[in-house]
């Protein structure tokens, strides 16, 4: 390439719909960028869709690299795991100390730390990144999450913040996360929040289809209802849309086609299973990730019909008064939701040192991402008025809205369980408020049997020490 040829500012490894939307929205805002995929046809179609002129598609590396402006900076938006690391290695011999290289997939966080100390150790400048919005939101505005080095993240800061989503204030919804697998850490548990919302939209669905018997029509409406209130999200958004569409040349929505069997990439899972090494309870998204994996027996749940089969009725008077009341149960259990991913994210800052600013990553989660919605004002507020708030049910303003809705969620909650209709995030997310605001939990007893069957030893109430009984010799006596 001659001194004479263009430079770009920016590069993309992965051409697929994130990548193209991601370098599109950057060519929308004046930003010369590059895109390499090995498949040549998808550098011609952004090229194509490319109305600025100003980006350009590689399907060789070396050509790519060198047509980038230094010190080079590099996206690469493919699949997780080892993809990642072959992608890196695969560049490293074409870089120059000082280069800067982003993850913009779902990585795992611990793959992250990795990346960063064996890159950093090598003088390149790594950050991994969570893209929120799917691929209207790379295209359009997504919600950004970078930690890590920060250096990087500060000569990446204009492009990530022309193309991130605006809040209603104006405000980018792109911050600096933290230090580390910080941002790809907050990526994860949005994605575990998501995984929350969605099942509970899920059983509301399951509630009023099979208990109250309500058509696509009637159930379309409520959606829509809630979504102009304060139950405002980008999930039932779509909800409300989905109960609208019917496939081209037929005459019946296209969701009563769709087979029942829910599949996942594996950033729930990881959410749950971090809440626990961190001992966060997080049951809701533990629930949501186990009701998909039970969708998977399909053949095993038809069976199980066949033997256990009834008529599943919520008998009420009023139905009107039930639906408000479907709604407060909804948005009761979206604080909740919301509630244990903010924990998590206290704990796991505590732990890894990351130094997460709640209100802030609330504050970018307002536009642009899946589970945005018009509660994260309220989540926002309260962590700005006390940034060291433990959790989020402590804060004055939640506590009133929880206890608006609290009786219509158990109201709901003693009907559908007596239909015997599935509603197992909402149960679990009202169990752990009972729990969380038990003074005293049944938890002494478990101390008991763990010191009787295995001598791991109690504390007492107002007695200093770690104590352990002989409990056979006293039950014999």
């Known amino acids: 390439m001659s001194d004479t040829e263009k430079k770009y500012a920016f590069g993309m490894i992965g051409l697929g ?194 208990g109250l018997k309500m058509d696509n029509d009637a159930i379309q409406k409520v959606f829509a209802k809630w979504n102009d209130g304060r139950l405002q999200c980008f999930l039932l958004d779509i909800t409300k849309d989905i109960f609208l569409f019917k496939a081209p040349g037929t005459d019946h929505l296209l969701i009563d086609d769709i087979k029942d069997e829910a599949r996942a990439k594996g950033t729930g899972k990881w959410t749950s299973q971090v809440a626990m090494d961190l001992q966060a309870p997080i049951p809701t998204v533990d629930t949501a990730v186990a009701m998909r994996d039970l969708s998977k027996y399909k053949q095993l749940r038809v069976q199980a019909s066949e033997l256990y089969s009834d008529v599943p009725v919520i008998n009420v008077d009023d139905k009107e008064q039930f639906l408000a009341e479907l709604e407060q149960a909804f948005y009761f259990t979206m604080i909740i939701s919301y509630a244990q991913g903010m924990h998590l994210l206290t704990n796991a800052s505590a732990e890894y040192k990351y130094d997460l600013k709640l209100a802030e990553i609330a504050k970018i989660w307002r536009a642009g991402c899946i589970i945005r919605s018009k509660f994260l004002y309220d989540i926002y507020n309260a962590y700005t008025k006390d940034s060291g708030l433990a959790h989020l049910l402590l804060d004055g303003g939640v506590q009133k809205l929880v206890n608006e809705v609290v009786p219509g969620t158990r109201s709901v909650l003693s009907k559908t369980i007596a239909a015997g209709i599935a509603a197992p995030a909402f149960t679990a997310s009202l169990s752990y408020f009972d729990a969380f605001r038990s003074a005293r939990m049944p938890s002494n007893l478990t101390q008991a049997q763990r010191d009787f069957f295995g001598a791991h030893t109690y504390e007492l109430i107002g007695k200093e020490g770690v104590f352990h009984t002989e409990w056979m010799a006293k039950t014999n006596n």
């Not at 930003?31 to 109305?51: C, H, I, N, P, Y």
């Not at 400048?125 to 691929?135: E, K, L, P, Q």
């Not at 697998?181 to 099942?199: D, S």
């Open 17 to 210: 719909t994130m990548g193209r939307n991601l370098l599109l929205n950057m060519g929308d805002h004046g930003f010369a960028g590059a895109g390499f995929d090995k498949d040549a046809s998808k550098g011609a179609l952004l090229e194509q869709e490319d109305k600025n002129k100003n980006l350009k598609g590689f399907s060789e590396v070396e050509p790519f690299i060198a047509s980038l402006s230094t010190p080079r900076a590099i996206m690469m938006l493919v699949p997780a795991g080892k993809i990642v690391d072959d992608v890196i290695a695969e560049l490293l011999p074409y870089l120059d100390k000082g280069d800067i290289l982003i993850d913009g997939g779902n990585s795992h966080f611990t793959d992250t730390n990795r990346r960063v100390e064996e890159l950093e150790s090598q003088g390149f400048h790594f950050f991994g990144m969570g893209v929120s919005g799917g691929a209207d939101g790379a295209r359009r505005g997504p919600s950004i999450m970078p930690g890590g080095d920060k250096a990087a993240y500060n000569v990446m800061k204009p492009i990530l913040e022309a193309i991130a989503a605006k809040a209603e204030d104006g405000e980018p919804c792109v911050t600096y996360i933290g230090p580390g697998a910080a941002g790809h850490f907050v990526k994860m548990v949005h994605n575990g929040i998501e995984y929350g919302l969605m099942q509970l939209i899920a059983e509301s669905y399951e509630i009023m289809k099979k």
